[in-house]
């Protein structure tokens, strides 16, 4: 199962052609999808604040998406990956490790343009 990760349903929600081309390759490979939920916080924020066409393209794109939830197992896997970032000397956001956190705790590959996920240890990442 992939994590798409809020980069991911940004691009493809703008119609970037990398994450269409990927969302296009998931979907013909049967491929099912998750979020964390944190990172669904992220993209629902922008989308009510347009609103209209882009809220309901939002929610719309996401109805087919299990949530991964954030409970006391995610939290306690992103307070321990923090601490192991600090310690190679890398400060990654709260929300980020959060993200991470779910995916691997559910063993789903994060989908996602951005780097820093690539430097946490045990997450299977996959870009586009």
Same mark, same amino acid.
């Not at 994590?3 to 493809?12: E, G, N, T, V, Y």
């Not at 956190?101 to 780097?115: E, G, S």
């Given at each position: 199962?992939?994590?798409?990760d809020?980069?991911f ?9 990398? #994450? ?7 979907d013909a490979a049967?491929?099912?999808?998750s979020?964390?939920a ?16 882009d809220?309901?393209h939002?929610? *719309?794109?996401?109805? $087919?998406? *299990?949530?991964l939830?954030?409970?006391e197992?995610v939290?306690?896997? #992103?307070?321990r ?13 709260t929300?980020d490790?959060l ?10 590959t ?7 996920? $690539?430097?946490i ?5 996959? $870009?586009?």
């Amino acid at each position: 199962m992939r994590c798409l990760d809020a980069s991911f349903l940004i691009d493809l929600l703008r119609g970037n052609p990398d #994450a269409v081309r990927k969302a296009t390759s998931l979907d013909a490979a049967g491929e099912r999808t998750s979020v964390a939920a944190p990172a669904l916080a992220e993209i629902l924020s922008g989308a009510y604040y347009k609103g209209g066409p882009d809220l309901t393209h939002t929610l *719309e794109t996401l109805a $087919s998406v *299990e949530v991964l939830p954030v409970g006391e197992a995610v939290a306690a896997e #992103a307070g321990r990956l923090g601490g192991e970032m600090l310690r190679r000397g890398a400060k990654v956001a709260t929300v980020d490790l959060l993200i991470a956190a779910a995916a691997k705790i559910n063993q789903h590959t994060l989908v996602t343009r951005d780097a820093v996920f $690539s430097q946490i240890p045990g997450l299977a990442v996959e $870009s586009y």
